[in-house]
């Protein structure tokens, strides 16, 4: 089975710019997670989707958004980006037996 | 309100070595434990769980719900375990959300 993709890999943005992410799951896997990962912060969740619907939500504010398609891929949107935003966004898909897989990140980097 | 503390931001062995990487949680229900591993510029991936009891790689990790600890142990450290090691909790409500730990990134001299 071919691993949870992200696309794409590294991004450049400027401030006030919005960006959109996208993540495909493991073929089978309903559900997928967010995760920003920073230096500073380390690994903290964004939300999480399962069938569509946004399921658990972390503590970010509005400007971080998603959503999941019919297929289960998954987007995440950034608008008025922030220097803060800079960071290694992963995504996760959850298989049956309630295990994480992760996907290698895009690396977004806000000037 | 959940908690996972990694104590260690940095710890050297050489090979051969006894290895323990620590984890402390507070959580008043009954958490889900893991331990995730990065190597360098690879993904993160699952080590171990609690529920499995497995071995993998020769690391162990036992839960004290005591102690509220969830510590990784290998008797015998090889150069291959250099990596960034992660603790994690899942809530039994939350299954899509981990709580991770600060991490701690392990050196395994020659």
């Known amino acids: 089975k071919a691993g949870v993709t992200q696309t794409p890999r590294y991004l450049i943005k400027t401030r006030g710019q919005q960006v959109t992410l996208s993540c495909s799951p493991i073929?089978?896997?309903?559900?997928v997670s967010w995760y920003q990962q920073t230096p500073g912060q380390g690994l903290q969740f964004l939300f999480e989707y399962f069938s569509e619907t946004q399921r658990n939500k972390g503590n970010f504010p509005g400007r971080f958004s998603g959503r999941q398609f019919s297929n289960s891929r998954s987007e995440m949107n950034v608008s008025t980006l922030e220097l803060g935003d800079s960071a290694l966004y992963l995504c996760?898909?959850?298989?049956?037996?309630?295990?994480?897989?992760f996907g290698p990140g895009t690396r977004l980097t806000v000037l | 309100a959940q908690r996972v503390t990694q104590p260690e931001k940095l710890l050297s062995v050489f090979k051969g070595a006894p290895v323990e990487l620590k984890c402390n949680y507070s959580?008043?229900?009954?958490?889900?434990l893991f331990w995730y591993v990065q190597y360098s510029r690879q993904r993160l991936q699952l080590l171990l769980r609690?529920?499995s009891r497995e071995s993998i790689k020769g690391f162990t990790a036992d839960l004290n719900k005591g102690e509220t600890s969830f510590h990784l142990k290998k008797p015998f450290a090889q150069e291959e375990d250099s990596a960034m090691y992660y603790c994690a909790l899942r809530r039994g409500s939350t299954l899509g959300r981990l709580y991770f730990g600060r991490g701690t990134q392990l050196t395994v001299w020659p």
């Open positions: 609690h529920i």
């Open positions: 959580y008043s229900g009954s958490p889900e």
């Open positions: 996760a898909s959850t298989s049956q037996g309630n295990e994480q897989f």
């Open positions: 073929s089978g896997h309903r559900s």
